[in-house]
DNA sequence: AATGAATGAGCATTCATTCAT
DNA sequence: TATGAATGAATGCTCATTCAT
């Protein structure tokens, strides 16, 4: 009574569903415009929020094409992640390949901008490195622990000297800190929105200068 | 958000629901009860994901009970944010008190401890300050601007010759700073927390000392 | 990510869902209506096909109302199971107390009558005790094993020097002849249709009158 | 069950649509492959839980190719039906070709075959023969009649003086006799079994030797 | 006033069938 | 002709909110 799929089901545990790789041009495209509404609307409203449907509607797709590709909500935030994910290490191994000439001032611009470019992300960014989302196991965790380890190693090359636990805890600061200029930008428009982006920026590349 | 379908509410504008103020005993320990209930469950799971129905039961109290008081979510939620801008403003005040006497390395001690002592309500400040929650007009917006006023104040007293945009800009920074540390405390464990959330309090302190 | 209920979910196993017992008489009639609409649709289309929207829609109830007593479509169908098993474990209760008295003819008889009588339970008999349905553990598996001890029972207090597997044997046997009237009764129209009824019956009462 | 809404469909009655005749090697090889494999599946999940995808990817083809002999899943359905007919009317053939020369032992044990063997699709039959599935029309009732009339043919050979009635009645009774000792084979393993099937088939054989 | 059953719009997901390639 | 991606109606189920008791 209780689900019952193919009869192989019950014996092998089935295997986790992925996101299928699309073929043809016209699904490589369609995809992208789907990844792109996700993350449109997983940043505005937040995991739970997020409907499939509008999801599907702002990609100007049938519900059926975002479920061909994405099999649930969850492969397709996880999808989100990994897209996310690929850019930021991308720009952290960039920066790690020229830490050794790089000054505390370069070397905290260079990670605050890491997590600010990318302008169309950086809302998306906030809802994924929350750390509330949190589920054991469940990918935003994975993706902070892995960006952190990166911004250590980096650490360790620039300074060879640090101490292993020094430069992760430093990590920890400066990922922190990188995430807050990331919601400072964010949030709509205050009062001193500008010149304190400037001093968050000053402030960072100070911690690493004082090194 | 509100979706208001009284048939009144075409020709009249109908009066904003509010949370009702209980004015008996009971009913000041039952509206005391929900609030908890409703921040422990919104802090858990989200607005969205949190729901009525777990929300009444955590309080014991009967649904029907529930919406006696707090005509709809919203309502439930703003009156949450309300509770804990009380908390919070008032802290700020007896910061602000005594401001003058403060050197930068309490000042910035006394502000960080302001959000991240009430461990009960640390993690749904994560939520209430979260600048996505935005919606126009709406508490989580107001909260915010009004605490970094008061912060902007505090500095005012304390260092009376800041120029005044530049206390503003440095309220930014340390509000930002504040949410910050209590989201380097929320995060469940990683390697590294006690020691950069050490750091992170003197990285505050000397921001205030160089003043 | 996965589905995430209250935070007590993830520790202890939700406790299995079960139909709610209606409290008010309003509810006690709807939930009787909601069985009677489940075990026609169950019987006419079978579970899978079956959709909770025609059940409730059948019952004259919203949907959200079917939902209210049964959780799910499952709870539903082991509610009917239920409903049905106490009907027929009565009557074969009757039968057992007065066993003794009844010769073979009389015993058939009122064997077969156990599933035919009951019109509007009849055809739901079908697809309750089909065999296919199956799922390890689940209920129609447990009904039919039931009901076969019980008529092995009837037959040992019957004929006291029946050894034990015979009379498991027999019950088998008894237990399907039951079913198979039941459907020769349920076919719609078919040529000879009273005539084999009545044969069937004969056959029965001449299998327990050779004993 | 057929929802067909070709927009022709308001103007010309749509011909029925029926399953292709394959016409190369490589089609009949196909068609089998497909039939096999929509036996399986119908037979594990019955009809309406059986998918069309799952189907075509169990018998190694793609779906479009599935749909290229059976234009929809009631053809595809009733093709299982026809094959399953063939085999059964064949086996009844051969019976009644020697029925004259059989004692009701003989003719009893050859009837219960026609059915049990063939294990892989026993549990078919019980899908097919069952008489719910009935839509107006469709396949499964005019198979049962047609067997059922077969079997009377067959009696009237066996026993030239049997009334045509007597015939038809002892039909029902002999093909309901067939259909239950499948259900006995098919129910996965209970208490009893062996000897019940064996009880079952003296049973047949002594109804028929009472003649 | 207090309660919790009742309601139904809305959500995630499936799958028969079509049709562009 | 053969393929499998695309489509969207239909399904099981949830939950904010109302209202009879």
Same mark, same amino acid.
């Given at each position: 009574m209780t689900s019952q799929k193919s009869s192989s089901a019950r014996l092998q545990t089935a295997p986790p569903p992925t996101a299928k790789e699309p073929k043809r041009k016209r699904g490589i495209a369609r995809v992208a415009k789907l990844l792109d509404a996700g993350a449109a609307v997983f940043a505005e409203q937040g995991y739970k929020a997020a409907t499939m449907t509008e999801i599907a509607a702002r990609a100007g797709a049938p519900i059926g094409s975002l479920y061909q590709f994405f099999p649930n909500k969850d492969v397709l935030a996880d999808a989100l992640i990994a897209r996310y994910a690929e850019h930021v290490e991308a720009a952290l191994d960039r920066i790690r390949a020229e830490a050794r000439e790089l000054d505390g001032t370069q070397l905290g611009d260079r990670l605050l901008d890491v997590l600010v470019t990318h302008a169309t992300e950086r809302s998306l960014a906030l809802s994924l490195l #929350?750390?509330?989302?949190?589920?054991?196991?469940?990918r935003p965790g994975i993706l902070r622990e892995n960006l952190r380890r990166r911004i250590a190693e980096i650490l360790s090359i620039w300074r060879? #000297?640090?101490a292993e636990d020094q430069a992760q805890a430093m990590a920890v600061v400066l990922f922190q800190a990188m995430k807050s200029l990331v919601q400072l930008h964010e949030e709509k428009r205050y009062p001193g929105k500008a010149e304190a982006i400037a001093q968050w920026r000053g402030w960072v590349q100070r911690y690493l200068g004082e090194i």
């Amino acid at each position: 009574m209780t689900s019952q799929k193919s009869s192989s089901a019950r014996l092998q545990t089935a295997p986790p569903p992925t996101a299928k790789e699309p073929k043809r041009k016209r699904g490589i495209a369609r995809v992208a415009k789907l990844l792109d509404a996700g993350a449109a609307v997983f940043a505005e409203q937040g995991y739970k929020a997020a409907t499939m449907t509008e999801i599907a509607a702002r990609a100007g797709a049938p519900i059926g094409s975002l479920y061909q590709f994405f099999p649930n909500k969850d492969v397709l935030a996880d999808a989100l992640i990994a897209r996310y994910a690929e850019h930021v290490e991308a720009a952290l191994d960039r920066i790690r390949a020229e830490a050794r000439e790089l000054d505390g001032t370069q070397l905290g611009d260079r990670l605050l901008d890491v997590l600010v470019t990318h302008a169309t992300e950086r809302s998306l960014a906030l809802s994924l490195l #929350d750390a509330r989302w949190e589920q054991p196991g469940v990918r935003p965790g994975i993706l902070r622990e892995n960006l952190r380890r990166r911004i250590a190693e980096i650490l360790s090359i620039w300074r060879p #000297d640090l101490a292993e636990d020094q430069a992760q805890a430093m990590a920890v600061v400066l990922f922190q800190a990188m995430k807050s200029l990331v919601q400072l930008h964010e949030e709509k428009r205050y009062p001193g929105k500008a010149e304190a982006i400037a001093q968050w920026r000053g402030w960072v590349q100070r911690y690493l200068g004082e090194i």
